[in-house]
């Protein structure tokens, strides 16, 4: 039912009620139609949970791994490192999807928590307070100021009643509401002027009100359910390991097998084949990889901790860097969430106030120019009635309590040197929603007067005479007074008029019959303003290939011009009943063209962000309202209010602004984009080193048919090779990821969201470093082993023993060539310091230190099948540090070389 069009008795006996309420007999019947005013939630079980993380076909490859690497281990392959490894990483991957996929249940609860606990109800004909659980449609429901609305509700009967929907609908000021039906079939919650709805609260007056939908079926229960429905989903970043993974281990066990059965061809026991093909898998996997990926990620949200950013969601860390959108909600994200008095007109003359906020310093201009409030009796006159028709409260800080508006008015005023000491109230008009004004009774500077604001229109009907530029009264010109307010309405500001009257110092009495013949002094413009550190920010997106769109609640006018002065482009602004009449692709055009949308609900904002997603952008969503829960759900990455925010935004969130600052977000972006180049970074050393292993293993089992110094002993045992693997990980990679932020990182667009992982340079290095790491270990395992073998027959097996050690450092520090090089993806090692990174420099020192403890410690040799060499060995092995190197640079160097080529071309 769309109960806003229809009249209060047509709502009463839609719902076989009257103004006296249902007795508790016939609520009792409804309450067994219509069950309890709760928000339902089917929380899956914890251990249903976690067990289907378990499902991921990653996973599953993974756990076939440590499954075959712990059977091998219990016939002697020494693989029970890699497979505890294996199996850690696999529990750590479940454990983040169990965390993640519990985030959406968590902020339905938050959404459970929002709803009111009791509620005065008309029962029997009698007002009691009952659970709001048991409130049925029909029920007759009464409130006043400060109570939280317990169901959605169609007011009946309303005293100057005004409603906080800034959670709802992202209104930065109380809505006033009536009893008049309104039209239309698809008006948005901001525009129900004559309904309430659930979770949101009266800030002033008095209402009755019946109760139309509960639970589920309010607005708040239909956010939960498209909370529900907007499963968690994976990240970019996600997507593309989970493909990159599995074909590589698809790729990896493939080899594998073809390595098993080259074995047996060339006529090797089924025993060695099989040992070779494990090795060989034991050497590609990269069984830390999704631990490295973890580490990335975690030192990221730290950085952005660091910066205000806190992060919920690990890979949302480096989601931000590939994002191209990003729809920001305007209240509280993009303004000051604090409604500041921007334009004054008084006595024909039009000023301007700078200062933002509850900032008490600010300066008066009249034509750009800086003037003295003091010295222009008519603004002074002005800035007086707003000051002291007042009801809001300022301390010397600048905190406050009151309404918005009449706190933007106090500071303007305090802005121009006002007391509200200085004065002393007799009596007072209440604003009321009907007369549109207000009016105080005071005695100000020796003498007694009437102060009135109000809507302008209305006030200069009760007005006789307007200030002069001295102070004086003159003829009141109305139509000029009108259009100043029409220019104040185009810039979107709320304007108010302020008139007022000298009565005599025993006037006692304030009556409506007392507003007659007044003076007018004025108005006031007033708009919640942009963030100055908002301005920049979205010049930076600009800059760095993202777009900035505003969603917002709020009104189309007021949404434009706040976005015209941020930079985003508002030429056209889309509403909500716009975005109703659109199907899915008309939608997925629109969104390219426009950047403005205002007036919006819930379903809309989470209809925006499918939009972005479905042509490729990569999105992220701001917001602090519960109606902004689903959009953040939706969104690749949603970024909720830390200060401001509702408990339902926080939870929905990936990522939380503690300073509710949209600046911050970009600062994220530029360390988001940093994740990302390490990330390339530790894949791009970690995989073309597990290629040079593979190539050891595969290459000593052709080798072997050709050369009986291969058919003895691999060049490496795949304990070796794992002690290659596991310290590497730690001691180079993880250092590698420390490398400091790389300059420019917002000067380019973002990365393409459909790039894959595995790309031409991916390839390209993994081919180039598998040679040429995997050549000095063979070199180097031949050169020093081949005098073992005397006709084909071993004759020192100890001497093949250290030729292999040899063949092991070799290897070690043609890893750390390429480290050194792999600090950049694309810049030369020899452009940068090699001091700038001091813990990959410890890195290789401690992984130099552990690797000579079998020489310190010899009854460790067993264990890692090494044994000590000649030291005349050593310069031969150093060498094998620049084949790595040199291969990498002469690549940058011929990358770089053919870009400057094609530009000139």
């Known amino acids: 039912m769309l109960w806003y069009q229809l009249p209060p008795e047509d709502v009463l006996s839609t719902l076989e009620t009257n103004d006296q309420g249902l007795s508790s007999d016939e609520a009792t019947k409804r309450q067994a139609i219509h069950g309890e005013n709760a928000i339902s939630v089917r929380k899956t079980p914890a251990w249903e949970r976690f067990l289907k993380q378990f499902k991921d076909p990653m996973s599953l ?16 392959a020494h693989l029970l490192p890699d497979t505890m490894v294996i199996l850690s990483v696999v529990v750590l991957n479940a454990c983040v999807g169990f965390y993640l996929e519990g985030k959406a249940e968590n902020a339905i609860e938050a959404l459970k928590s929002m709803m009111v606990p009791e509620c005065m109800v008309l029962r029997d004909q009698g007002l009691v307070r009952i659970p709001s659980k048991q409130l049925v449609p029909g029920d007759i429901i009464e409130l006043e100021g400060g109570d939280k609305i317990p169901a959605d509700v169609r007011f009946i009967r309303l005293h100057n009643a005004q409603v ?26 901001g525009d129900q002027k004559n309904m309430g709805f659930s979770g949101t609260y009266l800030t002033q007056g008095t209402a009755k009100a019946v109760v139309v939908e509960i639970g589920d079926k309010t607005i708040f229960g239909e956010i939960a359910g498209m909370v529900k429905a907007a499963a968690a989903h994976s990240t970019p970043l996600q997507r593309k390991l989970a493909r990159f993974i599995k074909t590589l281990i698809i790729a990896i066990m493939s080899i594998g097998a073809v390595n098993f059965v080259v074995g047996i061809y060339l006529g090797y026991e089924i025993s060695y084949s099989l040992l070779g093909a494990i090795s060989l898998v034991v050497a590609a996997i990269p069984e830390m990889l999704p631990a490295l990926v973890t580490a990335v990620l975690a030192k990221s949200g730290n950085a952005m901790a660091a910066k205000n950013a806190i992060v919920a969601n690990l890979p949302a860390a ?112 209440p604003f009321d929603s009907t007369t549109k004004y207000m009016a105080v009774l005071a005695d100000y500077q020796g003498e007694r007067y009437l102060f009135v604001k109000g809507a302008p229109e209305i006030l200069l009907e009760m007005c006789a005479s307007a200030t002069d530029a001295d102070g004086s009264e003159t003829h009141l010109n109305r139509e000029a007074y009108l259009e100043a307010a029409r220019t104040f309405a185009r810039q979107a500001l709320r304007t ?23 003076c007018f002094a004025g108005l006031q413009g007033m708009i919640d303003p942009p963030k100055e550190s908002a301005k920049q920010a979205v010049a ?17 006018l007021t949404a434009q011009a706040v976005a015209a002065q941020l930079g985003i482009p508002a030429d056209r602004v889309l509403a909500g009943t716009d975005l109703n009449d659109m199907d899915p692709e008309q939608l997925r055009r629109e969104v390219e063209a426009v950047s403005v949308f205002a007036r919006v609900a819930p379903e809309h904002k989470q209809q925006i962000a499918a939009a972005f997603q479905a042509n490729g952008h990569v999105v992220a969503m701001t917001g602090d309202g519960v109606n902004d829960a689903p959009a953040l759900k939706q969104a690749d990455i949603g970024v909720a209010m830390g200060k401001e925010g509702t408990e339902v935004a926080r939870q929905a969130a990936d990522m939380v602004l503690a300073d509710d600052n949209f600046a911050t977000i970009v600062t994220a972006v530029e360390e988001g984009r940093h994740a990302w180049k390490n990330l390339q970074k530790a894949i791009l050393y970690t ?28 060049v490496l045992e795949p304990i070796q090779i794992l002690w290659i693997n596991l310290l590497d990980s730690l001691l180079l990679t993880l250092p590698l990821m420390m490398e400091p932020k790389e300059r420019g990182l917002l000067s380019h667009p973002p990365r393409d969201a459909k790039a894959n992982i595995i790309d031409g340079l991916f390839i390209q290095r993994v081919i180039l470093l598998g040679i040429a790491i995997s050549l000095p270990g063979f070199g180097i395992y031949y050169f020093f082993g081949s005098p073992a073998l005397v006709n084909g027959e071993l004759v020192d097996p100890l001497l093949l023993t250290q030729a292999q050690t040899a063949a092991f450092w070799a290897i070690l ?20 310091s090699p001091y700038s990174n001091k813990w990959l420099l410890a890195g290789v020192g401690l992984s130099i230190a552990i690797r000579l403890i079998p020489t310190f410690a010899p009854a460790t040799s067993s264990w890692f099948k090494t044994a000590d060499f000649p030291i ?23 990358r770089q070389a053919w870009k400057r080529l094609r530009s000139r071309f």
């Open 496 to 518: 108010l008029g302020f008139a007022f009257k000298r009565v005599p110092n025993d006037h006692a009495d304030l009556l409506h019959e007392d507003l007659h013949d007044l």
């Open 61 to 76: 490859i993974l756990l076939a791994t440590a499954m075959v690497t712990g059977l091998l281990t219990l016939f002697g």
């Open 318 to 429: 480096e989601t931000l860097g590939a994002t191209s959108v990003i729809c920001s909600d305007k209240t509280g994200t993009l303004t000051e969430n604090r409604m500041t008095v921007t334009d004054v007109f008084a006595a024909g003359q039009a000023f301007g106030v700078s200062g933002v906020g509850y900032d008490l310093h600010g300066q008066f201009s009249q034509d750009g120019a800086p003037i003295d409030a003091a010295a222009h009796p008519a603004l002074r006159r002005l800035l007086e009635i707003g000051f002291f028709c007042n009801n809001a409260h300022l301390n010397d800080e600048g905190h406050s309590i009151g309404d918005p508006t009449e706190i933007a008015l106090l500071i303007s005023g305090a802005k121009a040197g006002l007391n509200k000491d200085r004065q002393q109230r007799v009596e007072e008009i």
């Open 164 to 189: 906080d929907e800034s959670s709802l609908t992202g209104e930065s000021v109380p809505v006033t509401k009536t009893t008049t039906p309104i039209e239309g079939d698809q008006v948005v919650p």
């Open 872 to 894: 005349l060995w050593w310069p031969l092995i150093l060498l094998c540090f620049l084949p790595s190197l040199l291969a990498i640079e002469a690549d940058k160097y011929l």
């Open 540 to 556: 930076n997106c600009k800059s760095a290939g993202i777009r900035t769109v505003m969603v917002t609640g709020d009104h189309p």
């Open 813 to 832: 520090f043609a890893h750390f060539g390429y480290v050194f090089s792999a600090r950049s993806i694309d810049q030369s090692v020899f452009s940068f």
């Open 687 to 714: 995989l073309p080193t597990n290629a040079a292993q593979a190539l050891l293993i595969m290459g000593a089992i052709i080798l072997a048919a050709y050369v009986p110094l291969f058919g003895e002993r691999f």
